[in-house]
């Protein structure tokens, strides 16, 4: 059974910074691209990064410079560091893992960025 489990989300002031966490069982982790998306109320959930299989990184436009995404295969972990948070960071993240083939994901752990 595939799991993705997120953790490190909460509640921080803008200008502050957050690490999320996930951490894969029931895959090889080191053939899967891992990536971050987010969801905010009201919005389409949207790819924030991805690290591939391969190492290389991409990010979408709005969280380049602040946010980067890192993943340990001997942990089977993918890590989102995100500074400085902005209010528009707020949203539930969930972690993502694909192959070209299978796709799966995380429950979701919510990010609230106050201003």
Excluded at 21 to 33: E, P
Excluded at 39 to 61: C, F, H, I, N, W
């Amino acid at each position: 059974q595939v799991q993705l489990v997120e953790s490190g989300g909460g509640l921080v002031q803008s200008g502050g910074s957050l690490r999320l966490s996930c951490t894969a069982s029931g895959i090889i982790f080191r053939f899967y691209d891992m990536g971050w998306y987010r969801q905010a109320p009201g919005k389409q959930r949207e790819l924030v990064a991805r690290r591939t299989s391969s190492g290389s990184s991409d990010y979408t436009d709005s969280v380049k410079g602040r946010f980067t995404i890192s993943r340990d295969n001997t942990k089977n972990t993918v890590y989102l560091q995100m500074n400085p948070l902005k209010p528009e960071d707020t949203a539930v993240y969930y972690c993502n893992a694909r192959n070209g083939i299978q796709n799966y994901w995380g429950q979701g752990t919510q990010v609230t960025v106050s201003s």
